[in-house]
């Protein structure tokens, strides 16, 4: 193989309950039996498991051992440590609790031919794209985006329903609160509710661009 080849960088996002982290665990048991060495790597804030937080888990029950790292920067940093060059690909579970700076470790990853597999939520409760998922599948070489089963009508869902007191949370609560079945529930558009309608707001520097086309 070409000693300057770029790696690649996968994407896989929906809301909860959508197989998000099996596809992950999935890719990386492949690349497994390729006989390809892998690095899974974790947000530690996500300890929904009340288990080792040193494992992603999926919500059919499966495990897979991970670094639990944080937005620290020495912990960024211990990315690039730990992927060193006997490691062929690394995946990252729940990406979107990360800070921006992870982009640039997942660039330097892919420079250095890395396969990296990253696995989100896109939308936070709100409806609304969630942290540093809306720019990483903009620079993906291949993004899959998958579907839930809405709890209400059966259709296919992609918002992640947060549930408090058996009520829709509010958009002005937190944006960030981990939790499972009893706090969330997978919902289509129709099917989701919030007091406030979702912002999807443009960039300043986005609509100079455009009007400048």
């Known amino acids: 193989m070409n000693s300057n080849s770029k790696g690649r960088l996968e994407v896989v996002c929906g809301s909860m309950f959508s ?8 890719r990386l048991k492949r690349a497994e039996y390729a006989k390809q060495n892998v690095l899974t790597i974790k947000h530690q804030i996500d300890k ?3 288990q080792s937080h040193s494992c ?3 919500h059919d029950g499966r495990e897979r051992f991970a670094f639990a ?3 620290k920067n020495h912990d960024l940093s211990k990315i690039l440590e730990l992927a060193n060059k ?3 690909v690394i995946g990252i579970d729940e990406v979107q609790f990360f800070p921006k700076e992870i982009i640039s470790v ?5 420079a250095k031919g890395k396969r990296v597999i990253a696995a989100g939520l896109d939308l936070d409760f709100r409806g609304e794209p969630f942290g540093v998922i809306p720019f990483l599948l903009s620079i993906a070489d291949d993004v899959q985006k998958l579907q839930a089963v809405c709890v209400v009508c059966g259709n296919d869902a992609h918002h992640s329903q947060r549930i408090i007191d058996g009520k829709p949370a509010n958009y002005d609560d937190p ?8 706090s ?3 919902r289509c558009r129709t099917c989701f509710e919030i007091d406030k309608p979702a912002q999807w707001s443009v960039s300043k520097e986005l609509t100079r661009s455009t009007t400048q086309v």
């Open 19 to 26: 197989g998000k982290t099996e596809e992950l665990m999935r």
């Open 184 to 186: 969330y529930e997978a």
């Open 56 to 58: 992603i888990f999926s």
């Open 175 to 182: 944006i960030i609160l981990v939790g499972a079945e009893e």
């Open 48 to 50: 929904r498991s009340n």
């Open 69 to 71: 790292l944080d937005e």
């Open 106 to 110: 997942i660039a330097q990853l892919v």
């Open 86 to 88: 006997n490691i062929d």
